[in-house]
């Protein structure tokens, strides 16, 4: 990230550029092929965020509280403005940059034109919700996803045990659906349907074409072919060509040269046209390439306010519960599987502002401390299951293994002595031990993990991750960049350049991971292994044995409801 | 509590002083025998409070944490101070005074000679921890109350079912046995074993008996009897005396007059020698005078950092998970029922101690609201429900129904977008059906309830009131004296000085409660049927269901205990 003059030489170093479209911002970083050293960044925001109240961009009228949508020209801006800010920062020749890579957040739907003109930049629907990117966190579409379910169950579509049985309405058939149903002449005028990862190196390359990962996990490409025309068509009359009409273009291996930089991107970017554009990753996926980690067995996890799983494996086994099954979708030549814990970072940023007394985060403050750090640092001296407590972390539902969004939290084991850190300590436990349900998901149904690699804000916390490392009994890696995701674009790109014949090589080459950073204390591994039943007891007690969870949840919103009509 | 001059005259009114011994203080309230008026009261902090940490009144020896003591000389203080201070402050003639009653913390145990005198007055044991009175919270005796109800249990001991099926550490005997295992000079020394309540009665009237309330609750007479010589020798060969050797003493019913004010007495306090003093009671039952609620039926709460339950009644049922059934134990003529919640304003304190967020307290500071009604404020708004959360309120244990110190709390339902206040409201709402529960299980044994009368700290919260009228579905009379203990006490001496025939027509007269001071809202009642149901389905999942509680507490116990082992 310092200035390396030396690196402008012809020296014969070659760099790629990796650029990660997160939920509110695009960040560009500059890579050397050789080793995968990160010589520059730049970070740019995009103006409008996430629209979720009201259409800014358009003539600002309210939007229902499940919708969440985006801008896509403020996508273009991140290729306008934080690439070339990076190349400048690394101190790079841009003649020495030989490949861009992408990674977006996935299932962010975009309809548009043959040309990969948005609905939204139209005259016509410049006001139109639906003709705006509906953003990965766009629930909008619940309906639809039901039905889609329904009808795959009843008519025994088996693609659906590739995504563990059941669909998120994240998905972009719901979202495609929800636009025919919701804004037909939108569905109607638009030629052509995209993810916001195709979108984009669209844009780069001026041909469009879908990656394999995302193609997998979000459009349900299977085994070479979508949904059949007659169960879309049992869904809407109109739906049976969705793919065949709207989606004709040909899906492109990870590590794939998409095609050539475009000469309008070449002007965005500054850099030279004609360089290779890589086929684009989901921004969750593409840190496997990051930690090295791109072999079956080789699990990684993505800890963030959420977190993904994401584990390449050698054979295909129906594995109940998971996010998706993709066969190369994490890597060319593996099935990739991705799962899922809805509430990690959220919930403990939730505890820390929701129920943590002012005096730990003054003195977390006067410690220079994260309040994270500071309230596990409080707990550090006691034994493991010292505080009697044990947590689920279904604060925002679960996801894997029980794919449940309506189960909640809990807390057990409360006495008049408790105190603040130590429940927020329980709720770290719970988060790791339901990383571990999900491991022993995995194995349980036959497909093995050799090791663990995280990544992800919360690889920050030194003592987070030790205790990762006591309850899931096994060593973990670690990233060595802590903006994983573009990295892991930036490796993409180096193979679609031709540097390296696969991911696996690039990786070996360029990733960055401190293997074996934490590695379990036996004696506190066998005391997690005793707490950790216990907490299996707890979850299948309200995964499955009692609905107590469900019916709160019906009498929550019933109350709500009344409550509502009676102020009305 | 003004001053009225004109109450001094010989206008012919009569006048009583009721003294409640409480934990830290005492408070003597100068009281009008017509009407139950209070014209005067004083309130006297013990010296000493509660020894728990060291011996400050001897040797500052270290005392065990499960040790809680007091020293005997602090009560009569309260009897030179508070008494004389409230007669001033009533403006009363001490002539008029016509008789006096106390209440006292239960189960607070002293060994003395034959003349009352405390064995840690002798100069021999003044530095011997088990020579100062027991205070009701000592609970170092947890060993020989398991003992003795085992060979209870073993024996079929008849009066077991009268204590629902288990003893406290508390109660007289298992202190007693302890004193005699862990200090034998003293338990050898000592000619006479009293309760506080008949040590205080003592010091008045100078002639030592026993108060059937006490005795019943406390010391397990029963149907006339103690548990059998034969039994007691059983625990332990010098043992089978207890009660024939040193509690040879009458036990005088509730009401009755335990004698005439002594000349020592009538010097410390003021009052005239000869006045009546009545058999002593237990505190938290003499709040069922003050409320009038003395008939069969009329369940009083007491509601303070735990709940105490008491009612009287016409028959006598077994009735499992009670804390004790005593024929004339809160009043003569009737059944008196004890049940108890552990953890109650203690639970709420914790909660705002240890899980509130700063600008909550500003803000209930800047509204010049106690915290609990700040909070209950902010979802006041909400439904019956709408936070989707319920709780176990079993912080301290469960004390009724299920006899269970080592069950521990829990919450249920928490997202991302509960509260603090939310979470505050659940707690409370588990006290209400930790109540309703007790309520459900004397009515299911046989035991009806005509109405509920609440007393102690927590009624000054009109909202938890209402919540309470809410949750219970029934309405809620109220007592109108905050200090209910002092009153009641106040009342038994009108009735022991021949005011009243009995306690129930001096409560008529003298007792001060706003009847239906609470009424329920028919449609919020409705809905907290259907919340109930769901925490019953908690309290048999946790109570009985599953052994999860006891589990983290063993873990919990064996990690305190090798990470102690470790530091030594």
Known sequence: MTHHPEAASDSGERY??????????????????????????????????????????GDSRPLASDV?????????????????????????????????????TSATVIFTDDDG???????????????????????????????????????GEPWLARYGGDLSSELLLPKALETLEKAPAVYARATRIVDAVDWITWQLTGRLSYAA???????????GRY???EFLAALHPDFGTVFTAKMPAPVLPLGARAGGLSAAASAWTGLPEG??????????????????????????????????WVLPAAEYRDVPGIFGAVDGGIVAGAWGYEAGQSAVGDMFDWFTSTAVPQRYLD??????????????????????????????????????????????????GQTLRTSAPEVFRALVEATAFGARTIIDNFEAHGVPITDVTVAGGLVQSAMIM???????NRPLGVARVLQAGAHGSAIHAAVAAGSYPDIAAAASAMGRVRADAYRPDPARAAQYDRLYAHYRELYRLFGTGTTVMHQLRDISREAAARRTRHQE
């Not at 991140?78 to 861009?100: C, H, K, M, Q, T």
């Not at 009697?388 to 996801?399: E, Q, T, V």
């Open 363 to 412: 003195e977390a403050e006067s410690a220079d401390m994260h309040v994270n750090d500071y309230l596990m640092s409080l707990t550090e001296a006691q034994g493991v299951g010292e505080s009697g407590l044990i947590a689920l972390d279904w604060f925002n539902g679960n996801r894997s293994i029980l794919i449940d969004s309506d189960l909640s939290g809990l807390v057990v």
């Open 68 to 104: 969440a949508l985006q801008v896509p020209d403020d996508y273009r801006q991140v290729l306008r403005r934080a690439v070339p800010e990076a190349i400048v920062r690394s101190g790079v020749a841009p003649r020495d940059i030989v490949g861009i890579g992408i990674d977006v």
């Open 227 to 229: 949904p059949a025309p």
């Open 466 to 472: 030790q205790l990762y490392a006591d309850a899931l």
């Open 275 to 308: 360089i290779a554009v890589a086929s684009g990753n989901i921004d969750a996926h593409v840190h496997a390439a990051s930690v090295n980690a791109v072999r079956p067995g080789q699990l990684t996890g993505i800890l963030g306010t959420s977190t993904c």
């Open 16 to 57: 790629t550029v990796g650029v990660d479209f997160g939920t509110l911002s695009g960040r560009a970083v500059i890579t050397r092929v050789r080793d995968g050293e990160i010589l520059g960044e730049a970070v740019h925001a995009y103006e409008h965020g996430v629209m979720d109240r009201i259409l800014t961009a």
């Open 117 to 155: 003109l948005p609905m939204c930049e139209t005259t016509r629907f410049r006001n139109e919700p639906h003709a705006y990117a509906k953003l990965w966190k766009h629930h909008a579409a619940q309906d639809q996803a039901h039905r889609i379910v329904a009808l795959a169950e009843q008519r």
């Open 213 to 223: 990962g995302d193609s997998g996990y979000k459009r349900m490409y299977q085994d």
